[in-house]
């Protein structure tokens, strides 16, 4: 792609002027995760490197929530989103005020979140989770029954995975419920040789499908220690196209998904964020506290 070269060029010089550094999702496309990314990974990762960040400016490629992870790690950074438009379904799916009324329905019964939450969110429960750690995180609360918000799916993963009673919210990623067992199954009869991972954001019926389940760092570990010949990886479409840029003899079958708004970052935009110095992510003072009570929380269980 000669016609990126040059906002490659420009991104990186600027980044140095501007003290920044660039944190990516794994669902970020090529041209962003390979050629202007300082850190890349999952939530679980970008949470935890955003704790280690020196300097000054954070740009994150990625979703809304992600970025205020990062602003809520680091109030007295700077943390910039290329296009603060940049939503999930699954964060918007819920509120702090819905939480509330969670506990008053459930009293005594622990709220784990989604890191795919807002601050608002994050500031009214018990600790964060992410599809990294999820099992681990439920099981850490030493109960009997806890509640699990946003996704209904990931608690239905996590149900089977653990004898801790999960009460589900019933949000959804876009992404990931629009896959079928249906189509996987069409996948396996055409090549009975081919490996199908998949995230936990998807629907139980997809999952029962998959060879592995696990969440984007986890997926991509498993293709590069498992070497697959063919492989479906049922997530957002860019996993698949940074993972082949790498791994040349391992052959991608589609079919994938795309996130609209994890597609809102550009590199266009990403030097605009550098050039005007937006769009700053800020966070209400009176729940960084809280909110960040609960991320590091659960940071906490691995170190
Ligand atoms: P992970 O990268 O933590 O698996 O999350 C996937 C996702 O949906 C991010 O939006
Ligand atoms: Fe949200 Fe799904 Fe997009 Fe991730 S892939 S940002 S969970 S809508």
């Known amino acids: 792609w000669p016609f990126m070269a040059p906002y490659?060029?420009?991104?990186?010089?600027?980044?140095?002027e501007r003290d920044a550094v660039i944190l990516a999702h794994n669902y970020q496309t090529p041209e962003i995760f390979h050629c202007v990314s300082d850190i890349v990974g999952d939530s679980l990762q970008l949470a935890i490197e955003a704790t280690k960040v020196k300097a000054s400016t954070i740009v994150q490629c990625g979703v809304h929530f992600m970025a205020e992870t990062s602003k809520i790690l680091?109030?007295?950074?700077?943390?910039l989103i290329p296009d603060s438009r940049a939503g999930c379904s699954l964060a918007s799916s819920i509120t702090g005020a819905d939480v509330r009324l969670l506990r008053e329905k459930f009293p005594g019964v622990p709220v784990v979140a989604y890191v795919n939450t807002s601050a608002d969110v994050k500031a009214e429960v018990d600790i964060c989770c992410t599809s990294s750690n999820a099992v681990q995180v439920v099981e850490s609360l030493g109960v009997d029954r806890v509640i699990m918000v946003p996704d209904q799916y990931l608690a239905k993963y996590v149900a089977s995975q653990t004898k801790v009673k999960i009460i589900a919210w019933k949000g959804a990623c876009e992404v990931h419920e629009r896959f079928t067992g249906d189509e996987l199954r069409l996948y396996r009869e055409a090549d009975p040789s081919v490996k199908i991972i998949a995230h936990p954001e998807c629907p139980p019926d997809v999952?029962?499908?998959?060879?592995?389940?696990?969440?984007t760092a986890h997926m991509i570990n498993w293709v590069k220690t498992k070497h697959p010949k063919r492989v479906v990886m049922i997530t957002e479409c860019s996993m698949a196209d940074?993972?082949?840029a790498e791994l040349r003899d391992v052959e991608m079958v589609r079919p994938c998904n795309l996130c609209p708004h994890m597609k809102r970052i550009t590199l266009a935009k990403i030097l605009d964020s550098l050039v005007?110095?937006?769009e700053e992510v800020t966070v209400d003072p009176a729940i960084v506290a809280p909110a960040r009570r609960s991320v590091e929380r659960m940071i906490n269980l691995n170190n």
């Open 8 to 16: 490659v060029k420009a991104i990186n010089e600027l980044k140095r």
């Open 74 to 79: 680091n109030p007295e950074k700077r943390v």
């Open 207 to 215: 999952l029962a499908e998959a060879d592995f389940t696990g969440s």
């Open 242 to 244: 940074n993972v082949q």
């Open 276 to 278: 005007y110095l937006r």
